[in-house]
């Protein structure tokens, strides 16, 4: 599984608009990814975040202590996995979670091999 699937353009005009800030860039590398989960995200009224599959913990959390802190809106392209802490986290959170109804196909024309959810903390 890649930690670098780019978000399909359909899903990111659904979500985003010019005032959407995305801290986990599809072109990030290590370095960068990890000073954006070190940075405050109070500046954007809109956040949209497609973190890495192999671990979206650290960016769930951040996204939900932002959104508390600062009412920001989030939303974040994850894979749909109920068994998972940070799937609990984002049900505690009040998330509103939003299937798509077939798999993501990530530019490619094979689906993903899981589904994913946009989850959404208002």
């Known amino acids: 599984m890649s930690d670098k699937y780019q978000t399909d353009k359909w899903v990111l005009d659904l979500v985003c608009?010019?005032?959407?800030?995305?801290?986990?860039p599809i072109n990030w590398n290590k370095d960068l990814h990890a000073c954006s989960l070190v940075i405050e995200w109070d500046s954007a009224?809109?956040?949209?975040?497609?973190?890495?599959?192999?671990?979206?913990?650290?960016?769930?959390?951040?996204?939900?202590?932002?959104?508390?802190?600062?009412?920001?809106?989030?939303?974040?392209?994850?894979?749909?996995d109920t068994s998972t802490t940070w799937y609990k986290l984002l049900h505690q959170a009040d998330a509103?979670?939003?299937?798509?109804?077939?798999?993501l196909k990530?530019?490619?024309?094979?689906?993903?091999?899981?589904?994913?959810?946009?989850?959404?903390?208002?």
């Open 17 to 24: 608009d010019e005032n959407t800030w995305d801290p986990c």
């Open 45 to 80: 009224d809109n956040i949209f975040i497609n973190p890495p599959y192999s671990n979206p913990l650290p960016w769930v959390q951040k996204a939900i202590e932002t959104n508390h802190n600062y009412g920001t809106r989030i939303v974040m392209l994850l894979k749909h």
């Open 96 to 103: 509103k979670i939003l299937m798509f109804g077939s798999r």
């Open 106 to 122: 990530h530019r490619t024309r094979k689906g993903a091999a899981f589904p994913s959810i946009l989850a959404v903390l208002p």
